[in-house]
């Protein structure tokens, strides 16, 4: 008797979290229900005859309700149409993550063919027709990655008017807009992690450092800053943060050249080389918003003749798998992960919580990780 229902019990658990961990729809929820009822009646059948055989049968019910349960989620979101907005299918990191919530969406049980990815082209008029055309088409949900996070509350509005929900990633709009889906109780919720945890990052690679960035021990870091696109907050608090690490650690610091390469390898690979043709072995530390940047960074540098950690020290953010290699070999000094597969995963987890009507909270963060040649293996082996 006691063996049984301990059985039952655990049985009953697992069904309870492969509900949870799974596609948390309502036909799972349902088929889970069902399977809760069919694990009680089984267990008052194993209380009564109190056989090993009634046992085995309320475990074989049980693994019937919960495979019943998978197969009613994943059905679910099979007819469900997803439709992405990414701002520019050429930046780096964005590839990464689409082709990551793409193949994340799948495994979820979304059909290949429902699943819409769009390049906005960096133009806010093309994205915005997008979106129209996804209203139009009857899309079930939208994750949008704006082009302008400052057209937010106009995409927000057309996009609930429809009664679609909206997941932003990456660029995070405003705080006033994101104090509306509260206040307003929209169907809208953005997914991204706290760009100032990464300047923040990138500045204590620096202090890390023996010299803490102080090269030419003239008692200050002499940096120059390669910018991203300021229409993304990303790339005003990496700027912010990183040399703020720095001051806040009584680390005095002169910013000898401050530049927006948008995100975009070729044009910080320009930028730095007029930097370094200016102010030469003066630069310490090249700050790049990027490791895009950073990669167009390395090769102003290596061009000028110059070799990263002993002439100068470079950092990016991102954790691409180049600049990851380069901080291996020491032609980067580090960068900071950003976790690309949790972000999309978050993503898509939360549009499955509109589509079932579970909701999510309005912001759904995510840590960044710093890299260096101490744990730049682990990141190599988590990125696959
Ligand atoms: C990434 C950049 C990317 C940008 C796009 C940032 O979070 O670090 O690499 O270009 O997002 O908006």
Redesign the pocket.
């Known amino acids: 008797m006691k063996k049984a229902l301990s059985l039952l019990t655990v049985s009953a658990m697992a069904v309870s979290m492969l509900a949870g961990c799974g596609s948390s729809n309502t036909a799972a929820t349902t088929a889970a229900a069902t399977t809760a009822a069919a694990t009680e009646a089984a267990a008052t059948e194993a209380a009564k005859t109190e056989t090993a055989a009634a046992t085995e049968a309320a475990a074989a019910a049980t693994e019937a309700a919960t495979e019943a349960a998978a197969e009613a989620g994943s059905a679910d979101l099979a007819d469900k149409k997803v439709g992405v907005c990414i ?1 520019q299918f050429s ?4 590839t990464l993550f689409r082709n990551e919530l793409q193949s994340y969406l799948e495994s979820l049980g979304f059909k290949a063919e429902n699943i819409s990815i769009v390049d906005g082209a960096n133009d806010q008029a093309t994205q915005t027709n997008q979106i129209q055309n996804f209203i139009t088409s009857g899309v079930d949900v939208l994750i949008i ?1 704006p082009v302008n996070s400052s057209s937010a509350a106009t995409i927000t509005d057309m996009v609930t008017e429809a009664n679609i929900p909206l997941v932003y990633i ?2 995070e709009p405003d705080a006033q807009e994101e104090e509306r889906w509260a206040t307003e109780n929209m169907n809208v919720t953005y997914v991204g992690c706290d ?1 100032r945890q990464s300047g923040t990052m990138q500045g204590e690679i620096v202090l890390d450092l023996e010299n803490k960035g102080d090269i030419n021990g003239d008692g200050k870091v002499s940096y120059i800053m390669i910018e ?2 300021p229409e ?1 907050v ?1 790339a005003q608090y990496r700027t912010e943060f990183s040399v703020k690490a720095l001051t806040d650690a009584g680390v005095e610091v002169e910013c000898l050249d401050d530049q927006v390469g948008n ?1 975009d390898q070729a044009q910080a690979q320009s930028l730095v080389a007029n930097s370094l043709a200016q102010h030469g072995k003066d630069i310490e530390v090249v700050f790049c ?4 940047m950073a990669l167009g960074a390395l090769q102003a540098i290596e061009a000028a003749g110059e070799t990263v950690g002993t002439d100068v020290y470079l950092l990016g ?2 954790a691409l798998q180049e600049a990851c290699d380069n901080v291996k070999s020491g032609k980067q000094t580090g960068t900071v992960f ?1 976790d690309h597969i949790s972000q999309s995963h978050s993503a898509a987890d939360a549009a499955v919580k509109y589509l079932t009507g579970e909701g999510n909270e309005h912001y759904i963060g995510c840590d960044y990780v710093k890299v260096t040649t101490a744990n730049v293996d682990d990141i190599l082996a988590s990125l696959g």
Do not use: I, S
């Not at 918003?289 to 895009?292: E, L, R, S």
């Open positions: 701002y930046d780096n990191f964005m990655n990456n660029r760009a991203g696109d993304n990303d995100w918003n990027n490791d895009a953010v991102d950003n």
